[in-house]
């Protein structure tokens, strides 16, 4: 009987132990559990930020219609103007104007003092109808219009250059060729 009892005794003991070790370790775990869960949702929601993040840029790149957006008054362009960045521009002219004072007709005519001069009126050119039939003075806003798109300025010019599609990089090009004009109007406020 005292044997019997004895492993009733132990076997209960056992369980015991087994229940108790049992619970410790799950118990142990828990606060694991509870540590990790966190970690893994951050994690899952890090991990959904960076998804998210890239639609918010695709949209602020679709947005960086800024650059397509509503171009600053010209006005505003020339005061922020540079003459030297115009300057190095206007290299692309040379390929068809002098630039200097006196210098003469290449592909197209001299550009020396254009700003505030008569339209087609330098002498000697052969300009096309188009740009003869605009009439009046280069003004800072028609040249702006002009060099945008020559081709959609005055349809039909000779002036076979694509433009210059950049509002910044205009400005700079017609400050620089109001430094070359002494008959420039004063600047459009
Ligand atoms: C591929 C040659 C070519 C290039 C490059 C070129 N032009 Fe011209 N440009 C011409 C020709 C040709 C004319 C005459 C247009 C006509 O009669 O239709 C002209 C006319 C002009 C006129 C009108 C001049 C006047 O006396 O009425 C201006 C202003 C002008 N160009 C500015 C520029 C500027 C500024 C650049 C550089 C950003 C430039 N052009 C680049 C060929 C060129």
Redesign the pocket.
């Known amino acids: 009987m005292a044997i019997t009892l004895q492993k009733i005794a132990g076997g209960i003991l056992f369980a015991l132990i087994l229940v108790v070790g049992l619970n410790l370790v799950v118990n142990g775990m828990m606060p694991k559990d509870d540590s990790v869960a966190p970690a893994v949702i951050a994690a899952a929601e890090g991990g959904i930020q960076m998804q998210a993040g890239q639609p918010a840029e695709i949209g602020a790149a679709a947005g960086a219609g800024p650059a397509a957006a509503p171009e600053e008054p010209l006005p505003q362009r020339l005061a922020a103007a540079s003459v030297e960045k115009g300057r190095e521009?206007?290299k692309?002219?040379q390929?068809?104007?002098t630039l200097n004072q006196g210098g003469g007709i290449k592909?197209?005519?001299n550009?020396w003092g254009?700003v505030g001069?008569p339209?087609?009126?330098?002498p000697g050119?052969a300009?096309?109808d188009?740009?003869k039939s605009l009439g009046g003075t280069?003004t800072y806003a028609d040249?702006d219009k002009?060099?945008t798109k020559?081709a959609a300025a005055?349809p039909g010019?000779?002036?076979?250059?694509a433009g210059?599609p950049d509002p910044a990089l205009r400005a700079d090009?017609i400050a620089y060729?109001r430094s070359i004009s002494p008959n420039a109007p004063p600047l459009p406020k």
């Open positions: 521009v206007a692309r002219c390929t068809c104007h592909v197209g005519p550009l254009v001069r339209k087609a009126s330098f050119f300009y096309s188009a740009v280069w040249l002009f060099l020559p005055a010019t000779k002036m076979t250059f210059l090009v060729l």
